[in-house]
């Protein structure tokens, strides 16, 4: 998609005319995402492209207050100059394994940020029996809208764009692309951080926080901990440039690369 190529001469590249913004793990923080898309859109306008993409790499939802807000504000995003692409996180996948009646995830799920997503479904968690986890499960799916839920169970788990690879949480190490899980796809960490490998494309990443952009020869990190530090971080790539906007206090970081 979009030109794929495996770049051995020189710095990785984007397909020619085509320009992609990649975006960390928002968590429910609609006032960070409302901020860098505007940040984004004044970057287009600044200096167009023929085609542009907006990449969302996963973890939309949960721990911070806004969840339903992120999606609403997602599902309905409309740009002339910026074609959206969502891919699935493991916090995606909890929720809708919840919304189809998967026993024995919902504990893990409430503590792991679960609670702060009913919440602004208007679901005290509080009110959830128990002692009854089918009736949970059904209280839960009242409470999310079916058109957020069909938003969320369209995502995609890669995007290929030149010589770059987005996912959400990384690749198995020596594994091709092609046969990668989803499961690690959307969930791994060790051995993909710590690999020196070449996985013969730079993989874009959030899910492991880190306070900066973690640029390596093989991956690119760029969650960096929007729910609680209040960063929120965009990765431009176009041909062999990449460049970086945030929402820190000096926004609009630029740091081009190549």
């Given at each position: 998609?979009?030109?794929?190529?495996?770049?051995?001469?020189?710095?990785?590249?984007?397909?020619?005319?085509?320009?992609?913004?990649?975006?960390?793990?928002?968590?429910?923080?609609?006032?960070?995402?409302?901020?860098?898309?505007?940040?984004?859109?004044?970057?287009?306008?600044?200096?167009?492209?023929?085609?542009?993409?907006?990449?969302?790499?996963?973890?939309?939802?949960?721990?911070?207050?806004?969840?339903?807000?992120?999606?609403?504000?997602?599902?309905?995003?409309?740009?002339?100059?910026?074609?959206?692409?969502?891919?699935?996180?493991?916090?995606?996948?909890?929720?809708?394994?919840?919304?189809?009646?998967?026993?024995?995830?919902?504990?893990?799920?409430?503590?792991?940020?679960?609670?702060?997503?009913?919440?602004?479904?208007?679901?005290?968690?509080?009110?959830?029996?128990?002692?009854?986890?089918?009736?949970?499960?059904?209280?839960?799916?009242?409470?999310?809208?079916?058109?957020?839920?069909?938003?969320?169970?369209?995502?995609?788990?890669?995007?290929?764009?030149?010589?770059?690879?987005?996912?959400?949480?990384?690749?198995?190490?020596?594994?091709?692309?092609?046969?990668?899980?989803?499961?690690?796809?959307?969930?791994?960490?060790s051995p993909f951080l710590e690999s020196e490998e070449d996985h013969g494309v730079v993989v874009v990443h959030g899910?492991?926080?880190?306070?900066?952009?973690?640029?390596?020869?093989?991956?690119?990190?760029?969650?960096?901990?929007a729910y609680r530090t209040g960063v929120l971080t965009a990765l431009a790539l176009e041909g062999e440039s990449r460049?970086?906007?945030?929402?820190?206090?000096?926004?609009?970081?630029?740091?081009?690369?190549?």
């Amino acid at each position: 998609m979009f030109g794929w190529r495996n770049n051995k001469q020189g710095p990785p590249r984007g397909p020619k005319g085509h320009r992609a913004y990649a975006v960390g793990d928002v968590h429910g923080r609609l006032d960070l995402l409302d901020r860098l898309l505007a940040q984004i859109e004044a970057d287009v306008a600044r200096r167009p492209a023929r085609h542009v993409l907006l990449i969302m790499l996963g973890d939309l939802i949960d721990r911070g207050p806004d969840s339903r807000g992120v999606v609403e504000r997602l599902r309905t995003y409309r740009h002339d100059a910026i074609k959206p692409y969502f891919l699935t996180g493991n916090h995606e996948e909890v929720l809708l394994r919840i919304l189809n009646s998967e026993r024995g995830v919902l504990a893990d799920w409430l503590k792991y940020g679960g609670a702060e997503c009913l919440v602004s479904y208007g679901c005290d968690p509080a009110t959830l029996d128990a002692r009854n986890e089918r009736a949970a499960l059904a209280t839960i799916a009242g409470a999310i809208p079916r058109d957020h839920a069909n938003f969320l169970a369209s995502f995609v788990d890669t995007l290929r764009f030149g010589d770059y690879v987005f996912v959400h949480a990384g690749i198995r190490p020596g594994v091709d692309l092609s046969l990668q899980s989803q499961s690690d796809l959307r969930w791994i960490r060790s051995p993909f951080l710590e690999s020196e490998e070449d996985h013969g494309v730079v993989v874009v990443h959030g899910h492991s926080i880190n306070p900066i952009v973690e640029q390596l020869p093989n991956r690119i990190g760029i969650d960096t901990g929007a729910y609680r530090t209040g960063v929120l971080t965009a990765l431009a790539l176009e041909g062999e440039s990449r460049w970086i906007l945030d929402t820190a206090e000096t926004v609009g970081t630029e740091a081009a690369t190549h």
